[in-house]
């Protein structure tokens, strides 16, 4: 009965702290709207990280008395009100004879940041440690970002950085039951893809595997929130993250808690609402849903139009996702086989194998020689190879012959002369084809190495370091993606502008440098 209670005080401490934490949109009523919906900030994403000068109270009481005002210039009253923020590393450039090394060196300076200066009114969630940020107009941290970023720092040698990360990470675990998207206000209604357990993978290369039996409260609790719901659920039902297939199986999808616009593309979601046909507030979901997966925006979530207003993300089961809890799970049943629990060792490994087996039942197409997402109401794969299908190699789950496949498809389909496009398809999506990204190219790297095809291995990571390399030499610069297709043009689509900086971007290329010893490409 202790336990029982204890447990339930957890939860209720958990939405209490929740329910408290107001974003925005919620502290602002009208005036959010208004400042949004206008074209004060060409990016919806600087006045939800905008600092208020004083009590919200106070400029929303000024804002009702004064809006109405013949002579209200709405621009005066934000710039009087509210400190905008900066891209802090915009300005910062190298002098590309030091080499992208030295860069990269410099940009985690450039990049962290003291968890000590957040303001009392700010969106911004404070944590215990300091972290660094991706760059450009993400200025907090983001989950799985940071795994990406925490390869470099493991290579730099900055085991303290990797570690206060976890810490936070942790620490939100915690606080809020799961690792929001990224630890802003406006982000506490979805997570991102669960690399917490691989982070505890690197640290663990430093101070030992006791770190996983630390951590383990944090890690049953994250599996608690993607598993939440699970053992209700009937054949063809889902709840939230979880789903049970018509097998009786069950597998993950992403899921946002809320069914309104994105605070941060607040106008951007308004307006591709008008062209739906689905309900505004199924729309908005899979709208959440999708920047939960970190793939913001792909065909891979549309469909066969692959026009934005027929997203459908909560109907598909991502293979990237789930073979990331299979890892999840192996790490809770190695918790416990380091404790020496075998009851819930089995437990958890079981678990693990039962995903494993429904991936590869639902995942694998035979047809494309390719692990793929599942429509789980149409109950069929998904039409579309992406990049995402290298996953089941980087874990293991793959056997020989759909390894084969999956390498001959990378070599001959996904690779171009500057790395592996994401999908085929050209949509003006930010994650469809030309584009390509450093979290993804690590994964297919890394998966073939496992099933030693290591000289394609190294020829897409040859691709990939020689793009980085020249864009560096042009611009003195790291992006957040690439054009791997046309090389001489720059990375675009999406909702917001090329940024550099870049965290998972300098992570993969120097975990890369260092592999295969390419600096001079």
């Not at 404790?339 to 060792?345: A, E, F």
């Not at 190879?385 to 290298?390: E, F, H, K, R």
């Amino acid at each position: 009965m202790r336990k029982l209670l204890l447990t339930l005080s957890l939860l209720i401490t958990f939405s209490v702290s929740y329910s408290q934490v107001l974003t925005p949109r919620q502290l602002f009523p009208g005036l959010f709207e208004a400042v949004q919906l206008s074209d004060i900030f060409p990016d919806n994403k600087t006045f939800v990280d905008a600092t208020p000068r004083r009590d919200p109270a106070l400029i929303m009481k000024d804002y009702r008395h004064q809006k109405d005002k013949a002579g209200f210039d709405l621009t005066q009253f934000i710039t009087a009100n509210f400190i905008i923020p900066g891209a802090n590393t915009s300005i910062f450039k190298s002098d590309t004879s030091l080499g992208i090394r030295k860069h990269i060196d410099t940009l985690w300076q450039v990049l962290y940041r003291k968890h000590d200066t957040v303001s009392k009114y700010s969106s911004l969630i404070p944590l215990p440690n300091d972290f660094i940020v991706p760059g450009g107009r993400f200025r907090e941290t983001y989950y799985w970002d940071s795994y990406f970023t925490m390869l470099g720092l493991e290579e730099s040698h900055q085991t303290k950085i990797i570690a206060n990360m976890i810490s936070n990470f942790a620490y939100m675990i915690d606080k809020y039951g799961f690792i929001p998207n990224g630890n802003r206000t406006y982000y506490l209604t979805r997570s991102q893809p669960p690399f917490f357990s691989m982070m505890l993978d690197l640290l663990a290369k430093d101070q030992g595997e006791q770190v996983i039996v630390k951590y383990q409260p944090e890690l049953l609790k994250e599996y608690a929130f993607w598993m939440n719901g699970a053992e209700k659920l009937k054949p063809g039902q889902a709840y939230r993250m979880v789903v049970r297939m018509q097998g009786g199986e069950i597998l993950n999808r992403y899921w946002d808690d809320s069914d309104k616009p994105r605070e941060e593309s607040f106008k951007k979601d308004v307006n591709a609402a008008k062209e739906t046909k689905q309900k505004l507030s199924d729309f908005y979901r899979n709208i959440r849903a999708a920047a939960e997966s970190g793939w913001d925006f792909s065909t891979r979530w549309l469909d066969t139009t692959g026009k934005l207003e027929t997203i459908q993300t909560t109907l598909i089961i991502p293979v990237d996702l789930n073979c990331l809890l299979y890892h999840l799970e192996l790490s809770i049943a190695k918790s416990y086989h380091l404790q020496g629990n075998g009851i819930k060792y089995r437990y958890y490994l079981t678990r693990a194998m039962l995903r494993k087996k429904a991936i590869l039942k639902y995942s694998w197409s035979q047809k494309n020689g390719w692990f793929m997402d599942y429509n789980w109401k149409l109950k069929q794969t998904t039409p579309d190879q992406t990049l995402a299908g290298v996953f089941p190699l980087d874990f293991n789950i793959a056997d020989a012959k759909q390894a084969a496949r999956i390498a001959s498809t990378l070599k001959t389909k996904f690779l171009k002369s500057g790395g592996l496009v994401t999908t085929f398809k050209r949509s003006g999506q930010q994650w469809d084809s030309p584009n390509a990204w450093a979290p993804l190219q690590y994964m297919a790297i890394d998966g073939l190495n496992k099933y030693s095809y290591t000289g394609l291995a190294r020829s897409i990571a040859e691709a990939w370091i020689s793009t980085n390399i020249r864009v560096f030499n042009a611009t003195g610069k790291l992006m957040e993606k690439y054009n791997v297709t046309d090389t001489d043009v720059k990375a675009g689509g999406g909702e917001y502008p090329l940024q550099d900086g870049f965290g998972w971007t300098n992570g993969v290329l120097l975990k890369l440098l260092n592999r295969y010893h390419m600096d001079n490409l």
